[in-house]
């Protein structure tokens, strides 16, 4: 039986102020930067593309990665001192962060993320007295001194009157309750910075870094017009943050594009003293207990919260829902880069996702196709069985301006639907006389640059087949036959493609073929309920 540690507020302890001086140990001046007046936060995608909803919702990490800029002010002492900034990203990577604006310059940086949590708490207290409560089932408590004596990992071991017991481990609600918060531990994640100012001063500072656990994608709906040959296109950026800090009312824009960036080290792997990650989880493993001690009377202690679950022990923003603000972003170059940046100050929560527009709905031009890789087609012999395949559905349009379109496209899911009149699908499968479009299917697109073509590739038509046959073989060359059959109710355009065939290697087709991107094509009409052929010789190799 495995039992999470109880959390307890720590009501009334003394922590540092937001802002001013204080004597440390050894003489050190300790100075609490004020809260952000201005932040921004610039974030990259993963480099494997996989976006966090999924992550967050298993209490994954995030791959990604965030720039963040902050603006702070201090009074600083003349002479050294330490210069702490709380709140600050949990993720950040101390050694990016760069500062601006201290007279003396930085002799030292940390990063404190050594934060309150169940086990920081009880490794602090190791060897020293606490309060062991006890809750039965009547709901009476009892309340003892206890000294605790085993480590966060394993067993929860602790000394009372009655010798060594094991706590959450019997008929009674156990729960600790601590007289202080020990040292080294804050409240939020800090940022420490050793200076040395020739003179009192109140300095305004940039703060930059680098942070983990950030992520971004881009959503994209296309609904296809009666026509079927417009569509309106509309696009989401969805920012993701699974770090603790939250950053309101930021400045933020995202980054499309693959930079070259990596970091290896994740959570619960040895940094550079050898010792594991802490992800803030005290687990304890159910032993034989003792007999229930008696009651024994003790001053009330600083404060002791209910036992709870270990997924309730997180910061009050986790839970928050998606925000939706019909707010288009900008778009900037930077470098081989894209830069969408979002023109008003948004909120970027802790754990949690928004979404904002990354640009107006606009009417694209397209062609909606039924699409086969012709030279992966499977060949239809004699005595085999058939081998007809279905076609695919295939959206195609160019990044242009003439197109609708005209500006870098990120990378990311694409719904397709049909507004009502339409039947794609075939036999009329998909139209939908009502009031609201259905989806024909979702595609995945690359990043796009101005000029490009956009090809989107769904799932399969069952009313279009499609088979190919060997009509002959020669030494050098092999003679093949491709017919499409369209079961549906109206005509439809068919593309089949060789892209895994040289150019050169076809030769004789009974119908033109086009070139498109290097690629052969072949591109026919094929009426209601009828059907097209395709002969072609293809050469051998050697």
């Known amino acids: 039986m495995v039992r999470p540690l109880a959390w307890v507020a720590l009501c ?17 001046v300790v100075v609490m930067a004020s809260a952000p007046t201005a932040t921004s936060v610039t974030i990259y995608r993963a480099p494997d593309d996989t976006f966090g909803a999924d992550r967050m919702a298993a209490d994954e990490n995030l791959a990604g990665y965030a720039l963040i800029s902050e603006t702070r002010e201090v009074d600083l002492p003349a002479g050294p001192a330490v210069v702490r900034f709380p709140g600050v990203a949990a993720g950040m990577l101390a050694e990016s962060v760069v500062i601006s604006g201290l007279p003396g310059g930085v002799r030292e940086k940390n990063l404190d993320a050594q934060l309150l949590s169940p086990r920081h708490l009880y490794a602090g207290w190791f060897g020293r007295p606490v309060t062991l409560r006890r809750t039965d089932a009547t709901g009476a408590v009892r309340s003892e001194r206890a000294v605790i ?6 067993a929860a071991v602790v000394e009372t009157a009655q010798g060594f017991e094991t706590v959450q481990c019997g008929p009674f609600a156990d729960a600790l309750a601590y007289p202080g918060v020990p040292p080294g531990l804050f409240a939020t994640p800090t940022l420490s910075v050793a200076t040395d ?17 950030y992520d971004w994608r881009a959503d994209y709906v296309m609904t296809i017009t009666p026509d079927m040959r417009h569509a309106r296109l509309q696009a989401w950026v969805t920012l993701a943050s699974a770090d603790v800090t ?5 400045h933020a824009a995202v980054v499309a594009g693959r930079p070259d960036f990596s970091e290896t080290r994740d959570r619960g792997e040895q940094d550079d003293t050898g010792e594991a990650g802490d992800a803030g989880e005290l ?14 009377a003790l001053p009330p202690p600083i404060a002791l919260a209910k036992p709870m679950a270990a997924m309730d022990i997180v910061v009050s923003a986790a839970r928050q829902k998606a925000v939706v ?18 023109p008003l100050p948004t909120t970027v929560a802790a754990r949690a996702q928004k979404q904002v527009a990354l640009f107006e709905p606009r009417t694209v031009r397209l062609a909606v196709l039924h699409s086969a890789a012709l030279d992966d087609l499977p060949d239809d012999l004699p005595g085999d069985r058939d081998n007809t395949v279905a076609a695919r559905l295939l959206v195609r349009t160019r990044n242009r301006t003439d197109m609708g379109l005209g500006l870098a496209l990120p990378a990311g899911h694409v719904r397709v639907l049909t507004d009502r009149g339409n039947a794609v699908g075939g036999a009329g499968a998909l139209a939908d006389t009502g009031p609201h479009a259905l989806v024909v299917g979702q595609a995945d697109l690359a990043d796009r640059a101005v000029g490009d073509r956009v090809e989107l590739a769904m799932g399969e038509t069952p009313q279009v087949q499609v088979n190919r046959r060997e009509v002959s073989r020669g030494p050098h060359s092999r003679l093949l036959s491709v017919m499409v059959t369209n079961a549906n109710r109206f005509a439809i355009t068919f593309v089949g493609t060789f892209r895994q065939t040289p150019p050169d290697a076809i030769s004789a087709p009974s119908q033109p073929l086009m070139l498109e991107e290097g690629h052969r ?3 026919v009409q094929v009426p209601a309920h009828g059907r097209a052929t395709l002969r072609y010789r293809i050469a051998e190799p050697g």
């Open 197 to 213: 100012a020739p003179a009192p001063v109140h300095a305004r500072l940039q703060i930059a870094y680098l942070a983990w656990d």
């Open 521 to 523: 094509e072949w591109r």
């Open 246 to 250: 939250s950053f309101p009312a930021t």
């Open 325 to 342: 603000r019909a707010v288009a972003a900008e778009v900037e170059n930077l470098g081989d880069l894209k830069l969408y940046r979002l």
């Open 149 to 154: 004596r085993s480590a966060p990992d394993g």
């Open 283 to 296: 687990v304890f493993h159910c032993q034989a207990s003792a007999p229930p001690p008696p009651i024994v």
């Open 12 to 28: 009334g302890a003394a922590l540092a102020p937001a802002h001013g001086a204080s004597a440390a140990p050894g003489d050190e």
